[in-house]
């Protein structure tokens, strides 16, 4: 990077930033309180805020959201008249899966190759210190130029909305001017990018039953009917011929106008095994930006090991649906359930529960805060232009905010780049990227405050 006295400052930083993020990593702040202690959450937000106060934040609270969880509320006073910005994080993590599959701890940080390893590094404690770095640069430089709120959710991976509904019941508390989600990540190590659109997504839960208990296989198999084979075959019915969604009454024919999606990048970002085929129809920027897309999240059902001969009387699964922006998340939950209602075999009775929504986004890159994100991207990345992407993923946050804040800009940067694999085994961050992204906010703050 060149010489840059913000450069030079977060590069002093980077060891501190390592330590703190070790520190962060350790909780495991999953936000699913069945699965993992409350105290680890309650560890994560609590680090945060002392983390907030060290840098001189006024008003530091931990706020009870309404799902059960609470979200860390700081706010840093700048120059008189500055406008205010609003930063975003979460440091609630997704569950580490097979901890057998994890090269080294998935809660302990751990240097490897060249990047940070562990649960949460890139998504989105990560994030958590990219802002706290920029801070710091700036208040080594001449100061921070604008009011700051800074606010990190505790549920975000859950879909519970909890901060949602918060900031719906106390609309000023984070008002802003303009608003930077830590929460994206550039297309590829290296490349600038801001996210300028994001799939919407609902979560049910469905549930077949057929018999009053399970039956012998052998006495009863062939007639009687059986709830996880129905269950199958209504999960199928989400599926055409070439894996594309297919929810009765959802378009799915969308196209994607913006930077194009290499297909066999795309096939080595997934670490799609050979020989094995992409799904769905159109580009790969088609399919994972602009269009539906349903995953079966879970199964219940008896296992391998230990499974006897029976029938199954009852089974249910987890079911997620991305929605593109255009697309209503909660009519798009209607057509979900009468789908799965509709496609039930056999007469069985079937029960679909919302568990979580969250509408799809898309931002306004014409806005004075991208120019100033593009001037400041361009000196983090000497040579590099900053490019738009979509995600697939959704941060249910985005449309609340700009429903509240009509007149905000909204900008996604982050640090969730292909290889860091996310909600995958081995998540890991690149300290470079943080290293640069920090860098670019600092100076799109500054570019902003004397826009």
Known sequence: MSSNPVAETVSSLMPRAKEELTALVAFKSVADFDQFPRSESVGAANWTAAALRAEGFQDVELLDTPDGTQSVYGYLPG?????????????????????????????????????????????????????????????????????VKFIAEGSEEQGTGGLERYAEQHPELLAADTVVIGDAGNFRVGLPTVTSTLRGMTLVRVKVDTLEGNLHSGQFGGAAPDALAALIRVLDSLRAEDGSTTVDGLAADSGWEGLAYDEEQFRRDARVLDGVQLIGSGSVADRIWARPAVTVLGIDCPPVVGATPSVQASARALVSLRVPPGVDAAEATKLLQAHLEA?????????????????PFRADTTSPAYQAMADAMAVAYPGEEMQYAGQGGSIPLCNTLAALYPRAEILLIGLSEPEAQIHAVNESVSPEELERLSVAEALFLRNYAAG
Request: net charge neutral; aromatic share 8%.
């Open 343 to 359: 496609r039930t075999p056999w007469g069985a009775r079937v029960a679909v529960e919302q568990i979580g929504q969250g509408q």
């Open 79 to 147: 120059p008189e008249g500055a406008k205010t910005v609003l930063l975003y994080a979460h440091y609630d993590v997704q569950p580490p899966l097979d901890e057998a599959g994890w090269v080294s701890p998935p809660f302990e940080l751990t240097e490897r190759d060249g990047r940070w390893y562990g649960r949460g590094a890139a998504d989105c404690k990560g994030g958590v210190l990219m802002h706290l770095l920029a801070l710091r640069a700036l208040k080594a430089n001449g100061g921070v130029p604008v009011h």
